[in-house]
């Protein structure tokens, strides 16, 4: 069995909506960053990584490639989670936490876990999502941004 932590934030800016979790969310600003900003695949996508002791996400898709401006982060996930099954691991569970003062993710949540499930190739009932604020204090707390965290468990797997 192998743990990994994984962590992503990124500054509000322009856009009418932002990308958590795979989910397009209306909102009065987007999320300035390479791909689409997803924060939330983001820190997983680093937890799994970790985990396989096979780098981060900034290794497998540099910022400043091009190749990845835009991408769509479940698109990435999907990439991850064949890397990691190729290094002989599955997928036990997966525990996400969203830091932000602003969008509420609750009418959003399932469909999120829904989306991570499936991208992961495991039961819906082995992904959590949820969320917490800032408390207003620091960054997060002046709704400068939006944060995540990730902790996954991966088992290796055997007589493959």
Known sequence: M???SGYDVHRFGPG????????D????????????????????????????AAGDIGRHFPPGDERFAG????GLLRDVAKQVAELGFSVVNCDLTL???????????EAMC???????????????????????????GRAEGIAAQAVVL???????
């Open 2 to 4: 192998r743990i990994g």
């Open 16 to 23: 009418d909506h932002l990308r958590l979790g795979g989910i």
């Open 25 to 52: 969310i209306p909102h009065s600003h987007g999320l300035i960053a390479h791909s689409d900003g997803d924060v939330l695949l983001h820190a997983l996508m680093d937890a799994l990584l970790g985990a396989a």
């Open 71 to 74: 991408a769509d982060s479940r």
């Open 99 to 109: 830091i932000a003062e602003t969008p509420r993710i609750g009418a959003y949540r």
């Open 114 to 140: 829904a989306n991570i499930a499936s991208d992961l190739g495991i039961a819906r009932n082995c992904v959590n999502v949820k969320a917490t604020t800032a408390e207003s204090l620091g960054a997060i």
């Open 154 to 160: 991966l088992q290796e797997v055997h007589g493959g």
